[in-house]
């Protein structure tokens, strides 16, 4: 047992090969304990084979002597032949499976079986490939799949994306580009960082190195909303450029422009600016162990500094200025401010009114006029009548 060891295994999905003939395997997710995240490709047999093994190490914990000490996971074998049903099936056990194994006790968790079997081998990041053979097919996980793990996304086709630049890989778990290559992405995460693969090669790449095939990719990007979504900042950044924030951790801001390079427009009193989104988290939002690890990592670069940037497409992706952001969010503020003065005016002359009401004199009531003499000597009864006679 060493140093190294996993945090986290995620089942992102599986592919179907069609090299050196049709099958299949799962795609993981593994986050090693440095932060690194590599992903690894394995067949069902493997990950049976493992199975075994490690119930062979742990006796006890895998129940052979007593099936109440049971704390390994149960695994089925694999069918005789395993087609795209069944593993699509099996991936809400698998889900399980990875969960499980991550939480048992240090001892089996981070035994070096559990390590070198996840550990990224050559085929992972060299798959067996013909170029005369079919691509082979991405089906997706979904996001939600706790909730509902057999449901599967797929066939995918993936989007590809042309690096508009050259892009030196900063850390093993990111990917080199060279401008013109195509890459196909597998995950677009908001803080501006893509997984994508080509060819033999996969890795986090910015987003802001990347465009579509068919155009600008401003239509992929929300509208700005200068109402804002308050967000609370996890980590102080001090601004390169003239138009991004310095904030420090624990600021409350308001973003009103999500974009898709992982810069957000955001709003601090009465000041934009951009701010990296994988510094913030949404107000009332649970903190999550993912959250923290983005955090450790360094903010993609802007579209704007990249230089040498050549795009394909003749017209150019259309920026909002910051000027722009800047008069249609005091616009707002102003039409907030007027909203809620008016509100409380209102609120105001009620109040008055109702004061009024409850100042002024209330009328008395009027004293009934004394009945005659004739009147109770009709209507009253005997001991009335004697009082007055």
């Not at 119930?55 to 390994?72: C, L, T, V």
């Not at 900063?170 to 893509?194: Q, R």
Request: aromatic letters at 10%.
């Amino acid at each position: 047992m060493g140093d190294v060891f996993i945090r986290h295994i995620e089942l992102l999905g599986y592919e179907k090969r069609f090299f050196p003939s049709q099958h299949y395997v799962y795609m993981f997710l593994v986050k090693w304990n440095d932060l690194s995240e590599k992903v690894v490709y394995r067949r069902f047999t493997e990950i049976y084979e493992f199975h075994k093994a490690l119930k062979e190490m742990f006796p006890i914990e895998s129940g052979d002597i007593n099936m109440e000490n049971r704390i390994i996971p149960h695994l089925p074998a694999p069918k005789w032949f395993d087609g795209q049903r069944s593993t699509q099936n099996r991936q809400g056990t698998l889900t399980e499976y990875c969960y499980a194994l991550v939480n048992l006790p240090h001892k089996i968790s981070r035994c070096l079986h559990v390590v070198n079997f996840f550990k990224v081998r050559h085929d992972d990041m060299n798959p067996v490939t013909d170029s005369q053979t079919k691509k082979p097919e991405v089906f997706l996980l979904p996001k939600d799949a706790k909730k509902n793990p057999t449901d599967i996304t797929g066939p995918i086709v993936l989007q590809t994306y042309r690096a508009i630049a050259d892009y030196e890989k900063s850390s093993t778990s990111e990917m080199a580009l060279k401008a013109g290559d195509m890459v196909d992405v597998v995950e677009k995460s908001e803080s501006g960082w893509w997984f994508c693969q080509m060819k033999n090669k996969r890795g986090w790449v910015p987003a802001a190195y990347l465009e579509p095939m068919d155009g600008p990719d401003e239509s992929e990007e929300q509208e700005p909303n200068y109402a804002g979504e308050q967000y609370i900042v996890q980590k102080s950044y001090t601004a390169v450029e003239d138009d991004e924030l310095t904030l420090k951790e624990g600021d409350t801001i308001e973003v009103i422009h999500k974009l898709l390079d992982g810069w957000w427009v955001i709003r601090k009193d009465e000041t934009t600016g951009y701010y990296p989104s994988m510094y913030l988290q949404k107000a009332g939002e649970a903190n999550t162990s993912m959250k923290s690890e983005l955090r450790n990592r360094i903010a993609p670069p802007r579209r704007s500094t990249i230089r040498n940037a050549k795009s394909i497409h003749k017209q150019s992706r259309k920026l909002i200025s910051q000027e722009t952001y800047r008069r249609n969010s005091k616009k707002y503020i102003q039409s907030r401010r007027n909203m809620k003065e008016n509100l409380q005016n209102k609120a105001k002359v009620l109040i008055e009114k109702n004061e009024q009401e409850e100042n002024k004199p209330k009328a008395q009531p009027a004293v009934p006029p004394r009945p005659s003499k004739d009147l109770i000597l009709n209507r009253c009864t005997e001991s009335t009548r004697r009082k007055i006679l």
